[in-house]
């Protein structure tokens, strides 16, 4: 019975294998068709020259990158880390506690807190931050309301500032840190915590050798899910930053539809791909299997 029972499970293993690149084979194709195919296109077009009225010149070159590393789009970049780092710390800060809230004390409540989370993301991005920047704007709903309690004597300005970029970054993406750091903290065993503070471990103790160890797979997972569209968002820094604030993707959107200079752009968006690549080749690699899981 034994050795039947063996074949039978090199039988099933057999036929899981023949069939997985059926199960896998649409999601490759789809991944194939709109994700590698156009980033060869931009990277192919990134060794190219443009012509004075915008053609390109199919003449193989390196030009475009050293434009690309010039010391002015340099700074973008390094402006743009920048903001993302910012945005993803903010996220952390407000998101965790409000994911802990909720997963240990929401109780019959929680889905409903979920739903309020996650339901903002359910309007229209552009919507969304033409509604902030009414609200903050010089004469929005914000000033008109400090204004009236006299809490200031002018109208603050926040538009078109770096703060007004970092707001619209941590308010566009912090349901996404909240919904795997509260899949993290759903999961976690409430045993462990019991065990803790049976052994003597205070509150603080607790949380800092139990839960945030058994929670880093959410916390990378919501970095890399809050930190690299961060990187390469063009669209807040173009509504709330406006010509002031510039980030490495408003510098790719200008070079493509203003300027014209499409092999400056596809070698500005490699160098950015590159850096979102290597960042979340670092990210998975310190959060390990749980950050990809919480991920899917």
């Not at 010039?70 to 965790?96: D, W």
């Not at 807190?113 to 991005?125: A, F, K, N």
């Not at 052994?199 to 839960?211: D, E, N, R, S, Y």
């Amino acid at each position: 019975m034994a050795a039947v029972s063996v074949k039978d499970k090199k039988k099933t293993i057999n036929v899981s294998s023949s069939r997985l690149p059926v199960y896998i084979g649409p999601i490759t194709g789809w991944i194939v068709i709109f994700v590698f195919v156009p980033l060869g296109v931009v990277l192919y077009f990134s060794f190219l020259r443009a012509g004075l009225f915008g053609e390109i010149i199919n003449i193989f070159t390196f030009e475009n990158y050293k434009t690309a590393f010039q010391i002015k789009y340099a700074q973008i970049f390094l402006r743009s880390f920048q903001l993302a780092c910012e945005a993803n710390i903010l996220c952390i800060l407000i998101g965790y506690p409000l994911a802990y809230w909720i997963a240990r004390y929401g109780g019959r409540w929680k889905t409903r807190l979920m739903s309020l989370v996650i339901r903002p993301s359910w309007t229209c991005y552009l919507i969304r931050l033409y509604a902030f920047k009414t609200i903050v704007g010089r004469t929005g709903l914000l000033n008109s309301f400090l204004l009236s309690i006299k809490l200031i004597s002018a109208p603050l300005e926040i538009l078109f500032t770096p703060t007004a970029v970092l707001i619209g970054l941590v308010y566009t993406w912090l349901p996404f840190m909240i919904l795997p750091l509260y899949a993290s903290l759903e999961g976690l065993n409430p045993r462990l915590l019991e065990a803790a503070e049976d052994l003597g471990a205070t509150p603080f103790q607790t949380f800092i050798k139990v839960t945030l160890p058994l929670t880093k797979g959410g916390l990378i997972a919501g970095s890399i899910l809050v930190f690299i569209p961060s990187l390469g968002d063009w669209l807040v820094p173009h509504v709330l930053g406006g010509r002031r604030v510039l980030m490495a993707g408003s510098l790719v959107a200008y070079h493509f539809m203003e300027v014209g200079n499409i092999p400056v752009g596809a070698s500005l968006a490699v160098s950015l791909s590159t850096i979102v690549i290597l960042a979340l080749y670092i990210l998975i690699k310190v959060g390990g299997k749980g950050a990809l899981e919480r991920i899917v």
